[in-house]
């Protein structure tokens, strides 16, 4: 196993190894090929998710995508910011 799915309604899985580009893994029945290096704990979207769309972990809204987000991308602060800290989203 080397995506974690925290809840089903996420979008988003979290690297239990360090993932590279082009490796083509699977959380539950979605598979993935990634498309750039991710470090173990960080996320990868499950789906595209648009720009201005929730990032959902735990089953809730935790984020918000500042750009489009392809399935099998890199998760972080280069593409969200969170709707949990101050600063987030207005």
Request: glycine residues 8%.
């Given at each position: 196993?080397?995506?974690l799915?925290l809840?089903?309604?996420?979008n988003?899985a979290?690297?239990?190894t360090?993932l590279h580009s082009g490796?083509?893994t699977s959380?539950n ?9 991710v470090p173990?704990g960080?996320?990868v ?15 809730e809204?935790?984020?918000e995508?500042t750009s489009?987000?392809?399935s099998?991308e890199?998760?972080?602060v ?8 101050p600063g987030?989203?207005r």
């Amino acid at each position: 196993m080397k995506l974690l799915l925290l809840d089903d309604r996420d979008n988003i899985a979290v690297a239990v190894t360090d993932l590279h580009s082009g490796e083509v893994t699977s959380a539950n029945d979605i598979r993935l090929t990634i498309r750039s290096d991710v470090p173990r704990g960080h996320k990868v979207a499950l789906h595209a998710i648009a720009r201005g769309a929730d990032i959902i972990r735990y089953g809730e809204p935790v984020g918000e995508a500042t750009s489009d987000i392809a399935s099998g991308e890199h998760v972080h602060v280069q593409n969200v910011i969170s709707k949990r800290l101050p600063g987030g989203p207005r």
